[in-house]
């Protein structure tokens, strides 16, 4: 077997059914979960009957093999959206690629990127920087490709920006690949600018390529809309967007999780690698999934739409789970971060033990590292459910440490 296998951590969730078991949580209250990070809004009808027309159109979406490129109408759909979102002119045929959600991306970009034999000294790995606390698959990528993850902690004093400061020389020397992502899981911040400029010229003297996770780049609080990483570097006069490349997906802008679709976009030399890659890895975007991801795409109504429900529910739940607890409205995404000032795990296990409401605790989120674990000490609620529900969980949760925690 692949020994790298055995490198790989235990998955959040699993963590907390962990944490869970031997728990009977009170029957006087409906089971409410914040835990999960997916999406439940309605999917659009649109995108539904556009995968039903694909099926039963002629010839039937379901006859051919689809080629790993996707089809030139599904890659101009994406060009068109780059355009209209970032003000941004790609190359259809050489700057952008379909994969099935940013999740698998994620995981086969970096097989792609990653060349382990490079050691300069015995059993030492090349290096994956992640954001601490951060999304689970960034680690398992980085070690299933032979590399090393080294985590950045998160700066609550500074927006929960990554402090890429700290990072020493040697580290970055050792760097092969470095993951953003913004707006964050499960910070929701969006890295400025400045913070941009800083990675690129840090990509530039030490040679890695950057991982722009932005998957929750359509749901956001404020009037300007996320930077994106591409745009970034665009503004910074960066037009081949070398070592760049963005993963995005309709999962949570369209509310489509089980659809499986989103797409990377970037510098052209290796979109053309990871196409080589991703023709061996075989998988190809469905020709049914194509079709509904170009109407996806090229409709902004229902986007607008699906904000207006986050900024609706955002909105009442924030302030109430204020009053007890240090929260505020993130930059963006479907999270709350909240510092519950104690220990989250025992914090979740008893909210759940006595209220039904399942959170997810912080240190699940992040690794031990240079002395501390910065998800220590706070909890991530996903207002994905709808608002009364969350209004619900919200009232618990305020009765919670009203009675318990104060
Ligand atoms: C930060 C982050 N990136 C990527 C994903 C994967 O999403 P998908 O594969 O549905 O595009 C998720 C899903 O929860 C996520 O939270």
Redesign the pocket.
């Known amino acids: 077997m692949n020994p790298l296998l055995s490198l790989l951590q235990p998955y959040p969730f699993e963590r907390l059914r962990q944490l869970f078991a031997g728990v009977t949580p009170n029957p006087a209250y409906s089971p409410i979960s914040l835990g999960i990070?997916?999406p439940k809004h309605a999917p659009p009808a649109f995108i539904q009957q556009a995968l039903v027309a694909s099926i039963t159109g002629s010839p039937s979406g379901l006859a051919s093999y689809p080629a790993t490129a996707g089809e030139p109408k599904l890659r101009e759909a994406f060009a068109a959206w780059l355009q209209k979102r970032y003000g941004l002119s790609l190359n259809p045929a050489t700057q952008m690629l379909p994969?099935?959600?940013?999740?698998?991306?994620?995981f086969s970009l970096t097989q792609t990127v990653i060349n382990p034999d490079t050691a300069s000294s015995p059993g030492e790995k090349p290096l994956v920087v992640c954001p601490n606390p951060?999304?689970q698959?960034y680690e398992g990528a980085a070690l299933l490709a032979g590399a090393d993850a080294y985590y950045v902690a998160s700066d609550p004093a500074r927006n929960f920006a990554p402090d890429w400061d700290s990072v020493p020389e040697a580290v970055w020397a050792r760097t092969q690949q470095l993951f953003v992502?913004s707006p964050?899981?499960?910070t929701g911040a969006v890295m400025p600018l400045s913070e941009w400029q800083k990675l690129f010229a840090l990509s530039d003297r030490f040679d890695f390529v950057i991982a722009s996770?932005e998957?929750?780049s359509e749901i956001y609080f404020r009037d300007e809309p996320p930077l994106g990483g591409l745009e970034a570097a665009a503004r910074l006069g960066r037009s081949d967007f070398k070592n760049l490349i963005i993963?995005?997906?309709?999962?949570?802008r369209s509310n489509v999780?089980g659809m499986?679709?989103?797409f990377v976009a970037g510098d052209a030399a290796l979109i053309k690698q990871y196409l080589l890659y991703r023709t061996y890895h075989g998988c190809a975007m469905s020709p049914v999934v194509q079709a509904a991801s170009i109407a996806a795409w090229q409709d902004e109504a229902h986007v607008v739409d699906n904000r207006a429900l986050y900024r609706a529910k955002f909105a009442q739940v924030t302030p109430l789970l204020a009053q007890v607890m240090n929260v505020a409205l993130p930059d963006a995404?479907f999270y709350l971060w909240a510092d519950v000032a104690g220990d989250d795990t025992a914090f979740a296990r008893e909210l759940y033990a006595l209220y039904n409401v399942t959170v997810l605790p912080g240190s699940f989120l992040a690794r031990e590292a240079q002395g501390h674990n910065p998800g220590a000490g706070r909890i991530r609620m996903a207002l994905v459910a709808d608002t009364a529900e969350c209004l619900e969980a919200a009232r618990r949760i305020v009765q919670f440490v009203r009675a318990h925690h104060s």
Do not use: M, Q, W
């Open positions: 990070g997916e994969v099935n959600g940013s999740r698998e991306a994620l951060f999304y698959i992502c964050g899981n499960p996770d998957c929750y993963l995005t997906s309709l999962s949570k999780p499986r679709s989103g995404g």
